[in-house]
């Protein structure tokens, strides 16, 4: 069993579990940073902006998934993580934070192109 002071190989962690959702894995650029003294580990993640939405999966699935492994490892190590995901080629600052602490605020990006694809349920209209 590994001591408390080892960190985990976050980054290897972290490309194995988003790598699959990639079309074009050599994309994923992963820094992360480790602060020994407040046992915290930032992980900053960027990859194609073409991509969002396979990483993040219907309703963030995928990304709270893959939140929860990193903190699974990181709390064996006795660590906080936090995740950031930046869009490596859009043109607006796409960044989302993930905190362990604001659970409610993850929503998956919307598209409008998607929004009406999703089925309605059918409406039968009323005999007179």
């Not at 995928?62 to 492994?69: D, K, L, P």
């Given at each position: ?11 290897g962690?972290?490309k194995?579990?988003v ?18 003294t407040?046992?915290?580990v ?10 969002k939405g ?7 699935r995928?990304?709270q ?21 930046y869009?490596?080629s859009?043109q ?32 039968k209209?009323?005999?007179?």
């Amino acid at each position: 069993m590994k001591s408390p002071a080892t960190s985990p190989n976050y980054v290897g962690l972290v490309k194995f579990l988003v790598q699959p959702f990639l079309e074009s894995p050599e994309s994923l650029s992963v820094d992360c940073e480790v602060s020994q003294t407040l046992k915290r580990v930032w992980i900053r993640i960027a990859f194609d902006s073409t991509d969002k939405g396979k990483v993040f999966g219907r309703w963030g699935r995928n990304i709270q998934a893959i939140r929860t492994v990193i903190a699974a490892a990181a709390e064996l190590a006795g660590q906080s993580v936090y995740l950031d995901i930046y869009g490596s080629s859009s043109q607006s600052r796409d960044s989302m934070s993930f905190d362990e602490d604001q659970e409610e605020g993850i929503l998956p990006p919307k598209s409008k192109e998607r929004e009406s694809n999703i089925p309605r349920p059918v409406v039968k209209p009323r005999l007179r």
